[in-house]
């Protein structure tokens, strides 16, 4: 064989040697590329297989503990593991916020956030180390709504005289709020913009002395939740002259919204609703979503809401998100243009 004939020879044999390593290695490339995509759908639904954490960033026994806990007794049986609550609270929420910004991105570790956790917070709260985006919208759980009410022995009947007696009295009518920058100081602000008035604001350290005060009519007028409006207002202890809702709400359907009475501005609720880290695989995050949202819709959660005067709220996490941006921008107008802080 002639040199010539001798190197093409090896060169052929070489360049097949050399396909069939690249073919066997790509042979095993798809082999191993098969096994991830079988696993993945796998692990997608292995989770959870271990408890969860939801962090409540108030103390122990208020309203938000309440529903937190009614939530996750459900959501617990959802899932087939449990969700335990820790009690995380402090700064106005930012601290079991904080929290759950800074913690493993694995779907374990969830928030059960107010809407002052990101509506009011970055508006107020220089010191906060956290913010939306930080966070993945998981489900909405509930809407608070919220009533405006007067001591028994105001002047007042309904809303029209008390706007003309807020009117010939201006700065004279005392309105609780549960503490500077707190929603109910922001409702309270959103009825006296929407009825043209001014009311002076008397700030409590939360609800309960708010409420005390009313009853003593030390105060003249308060936006509450429904949890001490129902039974106040049907005991006579204080009146309720109209709700902040859309519409008129089972608990008070006596009571008329502002909005059938002519003031469409005054609108509003707080509401709770379950955030996760940003950056939780997506699985883990469609599967508590879809699990929370059927809790939410079901019958029994609802008749469980109904005492404490919450609303079942579902919405998906796309809606969840823009709701949260909605609020936010329109809170933050509002407490710029009224000069709210927080001493």
């Not at 093409?8 to 991830?36: D, H």
Request: charged residues 20%; positive net charge.
């Amino acid at each position: 064989m002639s040199f010539q004939a001798k190197a093409q020879w090896t060169g052929a044999k070489g360049e097949n040697v050399s396909n069939n390593k690249k073919g066997r290695w790509f042979a095993i490339a798809a082999v191993l590329a098969a096994s991830l995509f079988a696993i993945a759908p796998g692990q997608a639904q292995q989770y959870p297989d271990r408890n969860i954490t939801m962090v409540v960033p108030f103390p122990p026994g208020g309203t938000t503990d309440i529903v937190a806990r009614i939530l996750t007794e459900q959501l617990s049986a959802e899932l087939g593991k449990q969700v335990v609550i820790e009690n995380r609270g402090g700064a106005s929420t930012s601290i079991g916020a904080q929290v759950v910004a800074g913690a493993d991105k694995d779907g374990y570790t969830l928030l059960f956030a107010s809407a002052t956790t990101f509506t009011t917070n970055p508006h107020l709260l220089a010191s906060i180390k956290y913010k939306l985006e930080d966070f993945a919208p998981v489900a909405m759980v509930v809407k608070v709504p919220f009533a405006f009410v007067v001591k028994k022995d105001f002047p007042a009947a309904d809303v029209a005289a008390f706007r003309a007696y807020a009117l010939a009295n201006p700065s004279k009518v005392n309105n609780a709020t549960n503490g500077p920058g707190s929603t109910v100081h922001l409702m309270g602000e959103i009825v006296a913009r929407g009825l043209g008035v001014k009311l002076q604001h008397v700030h409590y350290r939360g609800a309960a002395p708010a409420m005390n005060d009313m009853l003593a009519g030390i105060v003249d007028s308060n936006v509450e939740a429904l949890t001490n409006t129902v039974p106040n207002h049907k005991a006579g202890m204080y009146r309720a002259l109209a709700v902040l809702s859309e519409e008129r709400l089972p608990q008070l359907p006596d009571v008329p919204t502002f909005k059938e009475l002519g003031f469409p501005s005054i609108v509003g609720a707080t509401w709770f609703a379950v955030f996760a880290p940003a950056g939780t695989p997506q699985p883990a995050l469609d599967r508590l979503s879809a699990a929370i949202t059927r809790i939410v819709k079901t019958p029994e959660f609802a008749k469980k809401m109904e005492p404490i005067g919450n609303q079942p709220w579902p919405m998906t996490p796309a809606e969840l998100e823009t709701h949260v941006k909605s609020e936010r921008d329109r809170l933050g107008k509002l407490i710029r243009e009224a000069n709210i802080a927080v001493d």
